[in-house]
Each structure stands twice: as structure tokens, then as C-alpha cells.
């Protein structure tokens, strides 16, 4: 039997590397006004961040938090922006300072062109957390189908403006990021002996049990970074035939990044469809998956005997869901193991994953997925280096 390990962003965030969405999103808003601090004016495609007095320039730093951004963030309407770049202070902004009984003037302001950028930069500030990628989905389907618009509303072209930028931006935030050296315990991870056998170890230490391993290991990565690589690099491991970037990798044109949404057993998924505009379709990962073989290359190797899965750092959320459904509902696929994150105060997340596994199997096929997934007790926590 062979063992399938899927990497996620949990991976790369155990060895310390800053890679989620909200030390994204953080690096974005601390680099606009780091050049309008020394310019007095940031304008991009997303954010107008402008600094009228030297005696702003010194508000924040950029270890701050998202908080002290907030309360200088003015929600303008897309109509009234043009306003504020020629000087004349919007209308609602004035209604917003009448009603705050402040007077019309901001020596920092930090304007949100785009409803969505503003709608992840509050997920951060709120939940400490966001899923890009979800949000879009989310954002997408209240564009076509919600029946209530207003000023804030635009189309799904301007959202794909925006999430193309973000994108983009995402790509030069991480490919700032050092990688760190590999952790050799992590071979002790990636070797451990089936979830079955391994219960059956715990309760007879000496029992011996033959085909307790895998024989061949694949790496299924859903990073953009180079870590793994390092890990082949440093060390030599025997029985790995092969690592596939399944989203891409931010330093390989030839296997370009792979940024969007991907649950096509969501409802709403056949309505975008039906309606026959590719732009609505523009960043569904499945129409991506075209651009390399890797996709068609995992389920040529799953095809080859039964396998095992181990979720190292993927959550399993929803963005992920088609590609995650045809792995685990595999024929061969034999089980799934979870390596949980065990945080300070004690608790973990294991219930969070087993929660987002579950999702991913159809609900006629919910009674295997019990069979399938490993339960607490055979599972461990995922090490943080």
C-alpha cells in the first residue's frame, strides 16, 4: 500500500514562515503607506492611502495590528472616489464626520476602492482570520444573484479586477519570504506506520507487524512556496517517487499559481455555470487544472494500488473541496489520517478538520467516510519547529 501526503499552508505556518492570508494582508496595507510616507500618496488598483502631514507619517509600524488601521479606512462609494482624488471631500464621508461631530478633514486617509478588498481587510480585523478564496466565491455569487443593489454593488468584472490584483500581490508577498532550513523530525511525520497498525502497535509494543509502511510515498502540495523542495534537497529519502505543486509554484513559470475557488458540489456552482458568461467562471479552479498535468498525474499514481492519505497543515476547507472529494472517494484510497494542530492552551483543531473532511465526501457516501477517516486516538499532532 502507498501512502498519499497532502501538504498545506499549516505546513509551511508550523515552520514559521508567515504565509497566511492575514500576514498577507497586513504586509499589503504596511507597504501602501510605507510609500505614501515617503512619497505622501500609495494608489493602486485597490487602496488610495494618502498622508497630508508629517506629523502622521509616523502612525504605524509594521508589527502594528489591523486595528489600528481600521478606524482610518473611509468607506466611499466607487462614484464619489473620483471626488476625493481632486480635492473635493465626498458627500457621505461629510455625513460621516457630521455624525462623529469631527470636521471634514483626515491628514491620513486610506481609502478601499473595491468592496471585497474591504470586505477581507474586515474578516481580518473581526475573526483575526479570512479565506480569500472563499470570500470570492461568496462575493461572486451575491454580484450575480443578489437582487438588492446599492452603492457598495459591482460587477463581477470589477471583482475579478481585484482579485487578479490580489493575486499578483499575493505572489511578491511570498516570494519575499525566506525559507527556513528543514526540521529532520519531520521524518518521523512522514514514516509512521498506518493509523490500524499503529493502534495495534500502541497497545503491543513489541508486535511486529509486516506491511505496517508504506511502500511508496507521493507528495501532493497545495503550497506556492519551495519549502518541501528543501526538504528533497537536504535529505534523501528512499520510497519517494514523487512531489506535485497541484497549485503552482511562485518561482516556476512553467507551473504557474493556481488561485481561485474550487467546490463544484456547491448548489451555486451549476446556476454560474447555466448562466453561460466565462467571466463568472474566470477563477474556478477545475478550468486551471488544464494549464499543467498534474492533476491527471495524481490519479494516475492513486490508480496504481490502495493508498493512504495524511493531511499535514490542509484544513480541507471548501475552496479545495472538488479536487479533495475525488481523492478520498477514491477506490483505492484505504483511510485518512489527520495531524492536528495542538495549540498552547491545550485544545486543538482536530474536530475542525474531521468537520471539513466530512464535507468533502457526497452525503449518500458519508457512512465510508467514517470508515475511512482515523480517529482521535490514532492521530497526532503536527509539530511546530
Given amino acids: 500500500m502507498n501512502r498519499l501526503i497532502i501538504i498545506g499552508n499549516g505546513f509551511d505556518l508550523a515552520h514559521g514562515m508567515k504565509t497566511s492570508y492575514k500576514d498577507f494582508i497586513l504586509w499589503f496595507l504596511y507597504r501602501a503607506y510605507s510609500e505614501a510616507q515617503s ?56 455625513f460621516k464626520f457630521i455624525i462623529n461631530r ?29 479565506d480569500i478564496e472563499n470570500e470570492y466565491y461568496l462575493y461572486l455569487k451575491q454580484c450575480l444573484f443578489d437582487t438588492k443593489k446599492d452603492i457598495w454593488s ?46 495495534q502497535l500502541i497497545n503491543n509494543p513489541k508486535l511486529n507487524i509486516i ?18 523542495d528543501e526538504y528533497f534537497k537536504y535529505y534523501t529519502w528512499q520510497n519517494i517517487s514523487t512531489h506535485i505543486q ?25 446556476n454560474i455555470e447555466d448562466i453561460g458568461i466565462k467571466e463568472n467562471s474566470k477563477y474556478f479552479k477545475s478550468y486551471w487544472y488544464s494549464i499543467t498535468s498534474n492533476y491527471r498525474k495524481i490519479f494516475r499514481l492513486l490508480s496504481i ?19 479533495l472529494n475525488a481523492i478520498f472517494e477514491h477506490p483505492n484510497c484505504n483511510e485518512i489520517g489527520i495531524h492536528y494542530y495542538q495549540k498552547v492552551d491545550g485544545t486543538n483543531d482536530y474536530q475542525d478538520i474531521y468537520h471539513n473532511v466530512s464535507r468533502c465526501f457526497e452525503l449518500k457516501n458519508r457512512n465510508n467516510f467514517r470508515k475511512t477517516i482515523a480517529s482521535f486516538e490514532e492521530s497526532d499532532p503536527f509539530p511546530n519547529f
Fill in 246 to 270: 497541484i497549485h503552482g509554484n511562485i518561482l516556476n513559470k512553467s507551473n504557474p499559481i493556481i488561485f481561485g475557488y474550487g467546490d463544484e458540489m456547491d448548489e451555486g456552482f451549476k
Fill in 154 to 199: 459591482i460587477s463581477v468584472a470589477e471583482l475579478n479586477v481585484a482579485f487578479e490584483a490580489v493575486k499578483k500581490l499575493l505572489e511578491k508577498y511570498l516570494s519575499s519570504i525566506k525559507i527556513p532550513k528543514p526540521v529532520r523530525e519531520i521524518d518521523n511525520v512522514f514514516r509512521e506506520p498506518f493509523s490500524h497498525s499503529k493502534k
Fill in 305 to 323: 494500488d490502495k493508498f493512504d492519505v495524511q493531511l499535514l497543515g490542509h484544513s480541507c476547507g471548501l475552496s479545495d473541496r472538488v479536487l
Fill in 102 to 130: 469631527q470636521q471634514p478633514y483626515f491628514p491620513l486617509a486610506i481609502v478601499i476602492k473595491n468592496p471585497f478588498i474591504n470586505k477581507i481587510i474586515n474578516q481580518c480585523i473581526n475573526y483575526n482570520w479570512v
Fill in 211 to 228: 506491511n505496517s509502511h508504506p511502500e511508496q510515498y507521493f507528495f501532493l502540495n497545495f503550497n506556492y512556496t519551495n519549502l518541501l
Fill in 39 to 94: 512619497s505622501g500618496l500609495y494608489d493602486d488598483e485597490l487602496i488610495y492611502f494618502k498622508i497630508d502631514t508629517m506629523e502622521t507619517r509616523t502612525v504605524f509600524n509594521e508589527k502594528d495590528n489591523l486595528e489600528k488601521y481600521q478606524k482610518y479606512i473611509l468607506e466611499i462609494p466607487n462614484d464619489e472616489y473620483q471626488n476625493l482624488k481632486s480635492g473635493v471631500l465626498p458627500s457621505s464621508l461629510i
